[in-house]
């Protein structure tokens, strides 16, 4: 089994940064590619960014220019840094771990962007 755990959300105002983070334990042999998505209240949960294991990012149109993902596979851990945010940023971010055949999503961490 692998637990997730996403931290560092909060309320920030439109403009603002925040950092959130995922930390991985448990049967985490071999980690492969990490996600963050988001789901915002009456909508679909959307990716946001993914990495590699080799440490290859990739992101959502509308994280381009403004979020970075980052990941230490020696901590098994992965980062959002997230800048320039937006009202419309407002969701709750949950990250995401492929190991082997299977998938495991963390609890989630709510990001609140105050106008």
């Known amino acids: 089994q692998v637990q997730l755990v996403e931290s560092g959300g909060g309320l920030v105002q439109a403009g603002g940064s925040l950092r959130l983070s995922c930390a991985a334990s448990g049967s985490i042999f071999n980690m492969g590619t990490m996600t963050w998505y988001r789901q915002a209240p009456g909508e679909r949960r959307e990716l946001v960014a993914a990495?590699?294991?080799?440490?290859?990012?990739n992101y959502a149109d509308f994280a381009k220019g403004r979020f970075t993902i980052s990941r230490d596979n020696a901590k098994n851990t992965m980062d959002l840094q997230m800048t320039s945010l937006k009202v419309e940023d407002t969701a709750k971010y949950y990250c995401?771990?492929?190991?082997?055949?299977?998938?495991?999503w963390g609890q989630g961490t709510q990001v609140t962007v105050s106008s």
């Open positions: 995401k771990v492929i190991v082997g055949n299977a998938s495991y």
């Open positions: 990495i590699t294991s080799g440490g290859t990012p």
